[in-house]
């Protein structure tokens, strides 16, 4: 994991943009922007139901991935 999070940081140290699909904590607390969608099925699934940095995802107890990082030191 942390050679993953080495390689995505120094792609954007050096201006790239770089999208990563993942429900890994640890890398939810290190990236700059997170997009929670709704996990349902097809026809509501991939709704965006929140965005911005994990302390502002963490803070909307309503949601799965807001509770999940509140927990997380």
């Known amino acids: 994991m942390r050679?993953?999070?080495?390689?995505?940081?120094?792609l954007v140290d050096r201006g790239n943009?770089?999208?990563?699909?993942?429900?890994?904590?640890d890398?939810?607390?290190t990236i700059d922007w997170v997009?929670?969608?709704r996990p349902e099925e097809r026809v509501r699934g991939g709704t965006v139901v929140a965005a911005g940095?994990?302390?502002a995802i963490a803070a909307v107890a309503?949601?799965?991935?807001?509770r999940r990082?509140?927990?997380?030191?």
């Open 62 to 66: 309503e949601r799965h991935t807001g």
């Open 17 to 25: 943009s770089v999208r990563v699909i993942d429900n890994n904590l």
């Open 27 to 29: 890398v939810l607390w």
């Open 53 to 55: 940095t994990a302390n």
């Open 3 to 10: 050679l993953l999070r080495d390689v995505l940081h120094r």
């Open 35 to 37: 997009m929670d969608l």
């Open 69 to 73: 990082l509140a927990r997380v030191p």
